[in-house]
Each structure stands twice: as structure tokens, then as C-alpha cells.
Nanobody, 116 residues
């Protein structure tokens, strides 16, 4: 059973940075799309950034230019580098991995709080 374990969340002031990690308990090469989602209180879960196994990254308009998604096969870890954080980036961040044909795995989430 593959597991995704997120870490790196916390409380940061606006303008600060955080680096989220998603450790995969198997080979990261077995997954197609991997991504980060977030869910703010009372809001729907939304895609923040994703990257295919050999493709380019996709970013939500609200984070483009500030966030970077990184797939690291050497450590079997998916990262989300978040810079210039804003209060509206606050939420629970979830790691997701998809494996063909129809498997979708979620981590438990990590809280990010950005104070103004």
C-alpha cells in the first residue's frame, strides 16, 4: 500500500517562505500526475500545482511565479516551494498522486497559515 506523507507546514508571516514535502513510500516513477491541492475553511479543495512524470508543471493563476513544484526521484519526494506567501494562501495542503489506470492517492494534509 503506497502512502503519501506531507510535512513542512506551519505559521509564517506574509512575504515569507515555506517548503512542503510529500514523501512517497514507493517509487515516484510509478505515478503519472502528482500535485498539490489546498483547501481553505469553507472552500472547495483546489489545485495549486501539478507535474506529470515527464511533463512541465501547471500552476494555479493565484500562485504562478511564487510557487514551484519539484519531483525528486532521488528521494522519492514531491516538494512545493512557496515564496512571497500571502494570507490567502492559508489552508490545508494535500499531496496527490495518480497511477494508471484509475488510482488516486491522497496524503493526510499539512496546515499552512499565513498571518498578515
Amino acid at each position: 500500500q503506497v502512502q503519501l506523507v506531507e510535512s513542512g507546514g506551519g505559521l509564517v508571516q506574509a512575504g515569507g517562505s515555506l517548503r512542503l514535502s510529500c514523501a512517497v513510500s514507493g517509487s515516484i516513477f510509478s505515478f503519472g500526475m502528482m500535485g498539490w491541492y489546498r483547501q481553505a475553511p469553507g472552500m472547495r479543495r483546489e489545485l495549486v500545482a501539478s507535474r506529470e512524470r515527464y511533463g512541465s508543471a501547471i500552476y494555479a493563476d493565484s500562485v504562478r511565479g511564487r510557487f514551484t513544484i519539484i519531483r525528486d526521484p532521488a528521494s522519492n519526494t514531491l516538494y512545493l516551494q512557496m515564496n512571497s506567501l500571502k494570507p490567502e494562501d492559508t489552508g490545508v495542503y494535500y499531496c496527490n498522486a495518480e497511477r494508471p489506470p484509475d488510482e488516486s492517492i491522497w496524503g493526510q494534509g499539512t496546515q499552512v497559515t499565513v498571518s498578515s
